[in-house]
Structure formats: structure tokens, C-alpha cells
């Protein structure tokens, strides 16, 4: 089964909406009318999530949330080597998830009307991050 790497730049901690470029991209993999799109990101301190992605509201609190519940300044936090967003980025990153598995029918990603796919980047700064895309046959 064939894979796709793409690479997703983000400029520092948010939720990136990745919808359009999984399905340009995914359309190079499916061969298949029906079957499910594989997705995963090979990294620890991001994760992947589906949310509503039409008011851009919705985005901010997800991120606000996140914050929340993993702030910088946890006195028990000793994972600094990095710096001050290294522990707590993968504190975030286990609450959601490290891979997505869609339907695919009639050779299209079957998604709700308001849902969008997000890369959730919880490190400061610019990273490039990979993205593994597979196909799995129905």
C-alpha cells in the first residue's frame, strides 16, 4: 500500500486546519472507491484532532482550552530540556490523538458538514512537521 508524507509548517503553538491539504494530497493514494485514509504524525509534542472547523471561534477556545489544561508553570514539571514547552507539549498531545482514520465512499473523505482535520501543534516556533497518509482498501 503506497504513503504519503506531506509536510505541514507551523509558526508555534495552535490548532492548524490540514482539511484541504489531506484530501489534494490524499487523492494521489486512493485507488479504491471505498476504504479508509490512514493518517499520522510522527512526532510527540503534536497531535491530530476532527473539530468544528466553520467558526473560527471554535478554534480559539480548542486552543485556550489545551492551555488550560497543561499550563507551563506545573510546579511537578522537571522535562525542560528543550525549553518550557517541551513537558507540557506532550502532556497536550496525549489528550488527543497521534493518528485519524477516515471513511472513503464513492472514492471522496466522508466528513460532517462543520468538521475539519487539525494538526495541533503544542511547541513554540517554526516546525515542519510530517504527516504519514495511507489508504487501506475497502
Not at 33 to 38: K, M, T
Not at 91 to 108: H, R
Amino acid at each position: 500500500m503506497p504513503t504519503k508524507t506531506v509536510i505541514v509548517n507551523t509558526s508555534g503553538e495552535g490548532f492548524y486546519d490540514i482539511t484541504e491539504s489531506v484530501k489534494t494530497h490524499s487523492k494521489q493514494l486512493i485507488d479504491s472507491d471505498e476504504g479508509l485514509l490512514y493518517i499520522f504524525t510522527m512526532h510527540t509534542s503534536c497531535a491530530l484532532t476532527i473539530n468544528e472547523a466553520f467558526d473560527p471561534s471554535a478554534k480559539t477556545d480548542m486552543e485556550n482550552f489545551m492551555k488550560h489544561l497543561a499550563p507551563r508553570n506545573l510546579s511537578f514539571i522537571t522535562h525542560t530540556a528543550e525549553g518550557a514547552d517541551d513537558s507540557p507539549s506532550h502532556m497536550k498531545s496525549i489528550l488527543l490523538n497521534q493518528n485519524l482514520c477516515l471513511p472513503v465512499e464513492n472514492g471522496d473523505l466522508i466528513m460532517g458538514t462543520w468538521q475539519g482535520i487539525y494538526l495541533s501543534e503544542f511547541r513554540d516556533g517554526q516546525k515542519d512537521r510530517k504527516i504519514l497518509l495511507k489508504f487501506i482498501r475497502g
